[in-house]
T-cell receptor, first 114, second 114 residues
Framework: GNSVTQMEGPVTLSEEAFLTINCTYT??????LFWYVQYPGEGLQLLLK?????DKGSNKGFEATYRKETTSFHLEKGSVQVSDSAVYFC?????????????FGQGTTLQVKP | GAGVSQTPSNKVTEKGKYVELRCDPI?????LYWYRQSLGQGPEFLIY????????DSGLPNDRFFAVRPEGSVSTLKIQRTERGDSAVYLC???FGAGLETQYFGPGTRLLVL
């Protein structure tokens, strides 16, 4: 079946460090891929998305490239800030889905220290 | 404008009791989703409504779970004969349409079954 696997957390970085959070997926066909973020005390919100192979999603300095050959969608940011501390979820919607059913990974907690 | 709201924010109940969880979607959003998030896990899909009808209920774990959206706006998730394993955060999301439209999540209802 369709699934998403993320790197184990927590990830602890110093401010201005480079961030990578790995995400790989298993799916038939051509899924759309997403990163959602949950800041402390807030609801899940969409961070970025990519809907086809080689697309790059970007937002708030974060980027992720849809790599079909490695079935990956790793999240990167060149210089993290304390305000980026949150839980990050990688997710997919199956290519044949017309319902928008999201399949999430288990989440990766990021803690950025000043 | 107002986001997705969910009530109550916390619910403590005893094993075997009945509970109702409410979701108020963003006005004008025709698609509504329920997800369940267990501790340390990503959200898991439960059910999707398009308008008043449940278009996909494949994620409901068993027949103790039921959801309605009688007027195509507010939705209620109903759990009968609650079990300790039902303890989780129940998330609601809405979107303007289905498919790849951005889903906007509410803050969740934290259910604890004693």
């Amino acid at each position: 079946g369709n699934s998403v696997t993320q790197m184990e957390g927590p990830v602890t970085l110093s401010e201005e460090a480079f961030l990578t959070i790995n995400c790989t997926y298993t799916a038939t066909g051509y899924p759309s891929l997403f990163w959602y973020v949950q800041y402390p005390g807030e609801g899940l919100q969409l961070l970025l998305k990519a809907t086809k192979a080689d697309d790059k999603g970007s937002n708030k300095g974060f980027e992720a490239t849809y790599r079909k050959e490695t079935t990956s969608f790793h999240l990167e940011k060149g210089s993290v800030q304390v305000s980026d501390s949150a839980v990050y979820f990688c997710a997919l919607i199956h290519g044949s889905s017309n319902t928008g059913k999201l399949i999430f990974g288990q989440g990766t907690t990021l803690q950025v220290k000043p | 404008g107002a986001g997705v709201s969910q009530t109550p924010s916390n619910k403590v109940t005893e094993k075997g009791k009945y509970v109702e969880l409410r979701c108020d979607p963003i006005s004008g959003h025709t698609a509504l989703y329920w997800y369940r998030q267990s501790l340390g896990q990503g959200p898991e899909f439960l059910i999707y409504f398009q308008g008043t009808g449940a278009a996909d209920d494949s994620g409901l774990p068993n027949d103790r779970f039921f959801a309605v959206r009688p007027e195509g706006s507010v939705s209620t998730l109903k759990i009968q004969r609650t079990e300790r394993g039902d303890s989780a955060v129940y998330l609601c999301a809405s979107s303007f349409g289905a498919g790849l439209e951005t889903q906007y999540f509410g803050p969740g209802t934290r259910l604890l079954v004693l």
